[in-house]
């Protein structure tokens, strides 16, 4: 047997800083055995407000199977030309994370950046894993045609890897037109 809840939020009356706005979604209970099995939650939401920036778009989904909670994704849409998306798993009892990742995408000129910083694309993806106490991470960045006052206009491209422990290890390279920094 299975029990469906409809839940809507008001993002404003949460204490968790400044936004505004709301989100719906569906919660699903799974009972077998007269014990919850599972729980599977999906929510979405539009026109929000995040510390007074807007956010076109967020979307979530997952599920809980004791010990492990899942989220099969968390998408966030910024505006037409700017997304990130998270998924991933944790083991709430060992406190470890697995397969998560996250993705970001961004085009164009952007209000939460100094008027003088420019970029055609930005792109970051990258994973997480490892018990919460000392997480490991791996990821790779690119922001193309990236300038900042008295820079010609370049690509930046970075990858690295470490751990929260502060073992960390990070390439960047810089090409603009026939030179390459790294």
Do not use: Y
Not at 34 to 52: E, I, Q, T, Y
Not at 101 to 111: E, F, I, P
């Amino acid at each position: 047997a299975s029990a469906t809840m409809h839940v809507t939020a008001d993002l404003a009356q949460l204490p968790f800083g400044s936004m505004a706005g709301s989100v719906s979604g569906d919660v699903v209970l799974r009972v077998i055995e007269n014990k919850v099995s599972d729980l599977r939650f999906s929510m979405s939401g539009a026109g929000l407000r995040l510390d007074g920036a807007p956010v076109q778009s967020v979307r979530a989904s997952g599920g809980l199977v004791w010990p492990e909670l899942t989220l099969d994704e968390f998408a966030l849409q910024l505006d037409e030309s700017s997304s990130v998306r998270l998924a991933g798993r944790i083991d709430l009892l060992s406190q470890s994370v697995t397969n998560a990742s996250w993705q970001l995408a961004s085009t164009g000129s952007h209000g939460f950046l100094p008027a003088t910083i420019h970029f055609d694309q930005v792109t970051s993806s990258g994973a997480l894993t490892g018990p919460l106490t000392n997480l490991t991470w791996s990821g790779e960045g690119a922001a193309t045609v990236f300038s900042v006052p008295g820079v010609k206009p370049s690509t930046v491209t970075m990858s690295g890897r470490g751990d929260v422990a502060g073992s960390n290890v990070v390439s960047i390279n810089l090409r603009s037109g026939g030179s390459t920094l790294t």
